[in-house]
């Protein structure tokens, strides 16, 4: 197991170098109507950072390039997802071209894994501390 002191350290890092994409989804992931909680970005759970994290909802947002199609790369995502599913993560995967194409339609898609549909009014999330 990475030390936390690391995977913090690991998790700035990246926040420091974020990708267009993931800068773009960012800025509009603080537009979303959600009451009550936040996303974080380059968030570290358990030996993983993950791109985005709504903790109150338990649900992670990763953006994927190109190189996610490598094979030994999609193997580790794989692995990667399976590990925070059994902790109790949702987790949703873009490709880097969809927030380019059709960023309405992503936030759209998170919106529902957050509310449950569409027409759904945006109700306050609240955070539960994992003990």
Not at 45 to 50: L, N, Q, S
Not at 128 to 131: E, L, T
């Given at each position: ?6 995977r ?9 170098s974020?990708?267009?994409?993931e800068r773009t989804?960012?800025r ?11 996303f974080?970005?380059?968030?570290p ?6 791109d ?5 909802a ?8 190109g190189?996610?199609?490598?094979d ?7 692995e990667?997802q399976?590990?925070l ?13 969809e927030?380019?194409?059709?960023l309405n339609?992503?936030?759209e ?18 955070h539960?501390?994992?003990?």
């Open positions: 197991m990475v030390s936390t002191s690391i913090r350290a690991t998790a700035k890092k990246l926040r420091a974020t990708t267009p994409h989804l960012w509009a992931l603080k537009e979303l109507p959600v009451d009550g909680t936040h974080r970005r380059q968030a759970i358990g030996p993983y950072v993950v985005f994290l709504c903790p109150a338990h649900l992670v947002i990763e953006l994927d390039g190189h996610h199609n490598d030994e790369t999609a193997k580790r995502d794989r990667r399976l590990w599913k059994q902790e109790g993560y949702r987790v949703v995967r873009f490709w880097n071209s927030i380019t194409d059709d339609a992503v936030l898609r998170i919106y529902v894994e957050l509310h449950g549909s569409r027409e759904a009014p945006a109700e306050p999330l609240k539960r501390r994992r003990r």
